[in-house]
């Protein structure tokens, strides 16, 4: 005959063992929907990262998105450059820093064992990462995730998350930032490849100036912006350099791109942020100053005139073997037009600067500024 407590036994064993295989696969169920969940977020902010046309764009919404989906207090993305692991992106507290982490070198600290084997580590609390920790780590850190960056089974990056509370991540977590990684690094990829390709469209490839197609789009841009009144004024400074088909005669057209390279330098220099240079065509440049006057332009011009005729361009004799060294003194004529009181729209002021510059300056010896005459 049983005793009353082989019975509690038996009975726990009736219904405890169920229940408990219940609870279990009830937990598994439960774990099974998170990650469905995560799979599926994963796939939808991969879709959102690969939307994105500048890097800064694709860095910016891939922390932003991990802050979303996981815990995350401090999150930082590490880039692979030559020997080092150095900050790409920080965000603490929502607010981004990224001048808060030393480059680490790899097998250094969390982050560097990561990036030397290419696996993700997980930490629960302080307790548990202390003393691997090296270099730089917020305060009141706990939690730990430490995921490597794949490209072509190379490691090129590391995300570094951080929660200031215990046990905020878990392992099942890990796969889907493994795929938002993937994401993101095909999404950095792309955004690079479409802003080298945007910038060599924009840029003349010989004096890395903006070309003429750039400027066009932002006289345009800049006219919408006069429009509105949002400009008060918007001048157009053209300049053709003198004489300069006889340059290419005398000593060869690549020291003719040279003087083009030099003087592409040269006005850069000058006009630093009061404006926008561009390579019109040819060796004629443009430089176009939001909210410049007349005045301001031509003074301005009249510098930018002195400091070309004044000091002398170095180049090479490509057609004289014998000659390495050729010091030559160049000069350029300049045409001015201001809007809104000498044109309603962009082409007029690059006609009538055009105009300024071909007949008050060239037709009237060279080497000298006019502006636009009604």
């Not at 295989?21 to 998170?34: D, P």
């Not at 840029?203 to 197609?213: A, D, V």
Request: overall charge neutral; glycine content about 6%.
């Amino acid at each position: 005959m049983l005793k009353f407590n082989d019975i509690g036994y038996v009975s726990f064993l009736i219904i405890g063992i169920p229940f408990i295989s219940f609870a279990y696969v009830l937990r598994m169920y439960n774990s099974s929907e998170r990650v469905n969940e995560y799979l599926q977020r994963a796939a939808e902010i991969g879709h959102q990262l690969t939307e994105r046309l500048q890097v800064n764009e694709v860095l910016d919404l891939f922390i932003k998105k991990i802050s979303q989906v996981l815990p995350v207090d401090y999150g930082y993305i590490l880039d692979v450059i030559g020997d080092e692991l150095v900050l790409l992106r920080g965000v603490e507290k929502g607010e981004q820093n990224i001048d808060i982490m030393p480059a680490i070198k790899i097998n250094q600290g969390i982050s560097g064992v990561v990036w030397g084997t290419g696996k993700a580590v997980l930490y629960n609390e302080k307790a548990e990462w202390e003393n691997k920790s090296y270099g730089y780590m917020p305060e009141g850190a706990e939690s730990v995730l430490c995921i490597p960056i794949f490209r072509r089974k190379k490691v090129e990056g590391v995300l570094f998350l951080v929660s200031t509370k215990k046990k905020q991540y878990e392992k099942y977590q890990i796969p889907m930032i493994d795929i938002l990684c993937s994401y993101f690094i095909v999404a950095i990829q792309n955004a690079k490849h479409y802003e080298k390709t945007k910038r060599m469209s924009e840029h003349c490839q010989l004096t890395k100036l903006y070309n003429y197609r750039y400027f066009e789009e932002l006289l345009s841009n800049e006219f919408e912006l006069l429009s509105k009144g949002q400009r008060n004024e918007l001048s157009l400074i053209m300049l053709d350099i003198d004489y300069f088909k006889s340059v290419n005669d005398t000593y060869g057209h690549q020291s003719g791109n040279e003087i083009l390279v030099q003087m592409a330098k040269r006005i850069k220099s000058l006009i630093g942020n009061r404006g926008t240079v561009a390579r019109y065509g040819g060796e004629e440049f443009v430089i176009l100053l939001p909210d410049t006057n007349k005045q301001a332009a031509l003074r301005l011009a009249e510098i930018v005139r002195l400091t070309i005729a004044n000091r002398p361009f170095a180049t090479q004799n490509f057609l004289d073997i014998g000659v390495k060294h050729e010091s030559i003194s160049i000069t350029v004529s300049i045409g001015v037009a201001t809007a809104p009181q000498d044109a309603d729209d962009s082409l007029a002021l690059i006609r009538h600067a055009d105009r300024a510059l071909y007949i008050g300056a060239k037709q009237a010896g060279k080497n000298r500024v006019a502006e636009y005459m009604k």
